[in-house]
C-alpha cells in the first residue's frame, strides 16, 4: 500500500499543471516633452515657432545646478525669443548634456556645449532682442553669438549662453568701455557690483542671477586648459521652475 500511495502521488505531481508565468509590464515610456521638433528649428521658423511656444508654456525662473553650486536666475520678458528658446531647450534636457565649456576668470563663464551631447538638434540662430536697459552687469545672462563677418544680423547661438562675471569699474571706465550713453544708474552698477559695459549693445541680455553669484566666481576661478576649457567638467543640469 505504501509502494501505491507513493506511486500515485508522484503521478498526480506529473500531471499537475505548470504555473504560467506572466510577462513582466512594459516599461512606461516617459511621456514625451511639448513643444516644436529640435531637428525642425530653422533660422527662418525659429522666432514665429518659439515665441507661440512661450506663450503656451510661459515660465520666468531657472536654476541650473552645478557640482560648485546652483545659480537661480529670472528670465525677462521683454526678449521672448530667447527666453522660450532657452526653456524649450532646458525642458527639453539639452543643456543637462552640456558643460561650462569656455571660462575667463574676471570675465564671463560660457556653457551650453559638450562633447557627448546624445540629443538631436539643428544649429539655428536668434534673431538679437538687444534692450538698452538689460546691461551686462555681473550675473547678466546673455546669448553667445559666431562668425561675425558673416553675421552682420547679430544672430544668437541657439545653444551657447553666458553669465557675466566682470569687474568694478569707474564710470569713466564704463563709459569708456561701453561705447554708448550710460544711464547713472547703470554707471552705479558698474562701480559698485561689476560688470562687462564693452560687451553692451552687441549681445542679447535675457536674463540675471538673482541667487547664487558667487558660484560664478568659483566656476571662473576652475583650472582650465590653454582653449579655456575647465580641465575637471563642470557639467550643468538645468530645472524650469513652476
Known amino acids: 500500500m505504501p509502494a501505491l500511495l507513493l506511486g500515485g502521488l508522484s503521478l498526480l505531481g506529473c500531471n499537475q499543471a ?3 508565468q506572466q510577462a513582466p509590464p512594459p516599461e512606461a515610456k516617459p511621456a514625451p516633452v511639448p513643444g516644436p521638433d529640435l531637428v525642425s528649428l530653422t533660422d527662418s521658423n525659429a522666432a514665429s515657432l518659439l515665441t507661440a511656444y512661450g506663450r503656451q508654456y510661459p515660465g520666468s525662473e531657472v536654476i ?3 557640482r560648485l553650486g546652483n545659480l537661480r536666475v529670472k528670465l525677462y520678458d521683454d526678449t521672448p525669443i530667447h527666453k522660450a528658446n ?5 525642458r527639453k534636457g539639452v543643456f543637462d548634456e552640456t558643460v561650462f565649456n569656455r571660462v575667463v576668470n574676471g570675465f564671463a563663464i560660457q556653457g551650453g556645449r559638450s562633447d557627448h551631447r546624445t540629443i538631436r538638434l539643428a544649429r ?3 534673431p538679437p532682442e538687444i534692450r538698452p536697459g538689460h546691461f551686462h552687469k555681473r550675473g547678466a545672462l546673455g546669448m553667445a553669438r559666431y562668425d561675425d563677418d558673416q553675421n552682420p544680423g547679430k544672430l544668437s547661438s541657439n545653444t ?7 569687474e568694478k569699474l569707474t564710470p ?3 563709459q569708456a568701455m561701453a561705447g554708448r ?3 547713472p544708474a547703470q554707471e552705479k552698477v558698474y562701480a559698485t557690483t561689476g560688470g562687462v559695459p564693452s560687451l553692451d549693445g ?3 541680455v535675457f536674463g540675471e542671477v538673482v541667487e547664487g553669484l558667487d558660484v560664478i566666481d568659483k566656476i571662473a576661478a576652475e583650472p582650465v586648459d590653454p582653449y579655456k576649457w575647465p580641465k575637471k567638467d563642470v557639467d550643468i543640469k538645468i530645472e524650469v521652475l513652476p
Open 86 to 90: 532657452f526653456l524649450l531647450l532646458a
Open 64 to 66: 541650473v545646478r552645478t
Open 181 to 183: 550713453t550710460l544711464t
Open 124 to 126: 539655428y540662430h536668434l
Open 160 to 166: 551657447d549662453f553666458y553669465f557675466v562675471q566682470g
Open 172 to 174: 569713466y571706465q564704463a
Open 202 to 204: 552687441k549681445y542679447t
Open 18 to 20: 505548470e504555473p504560467a
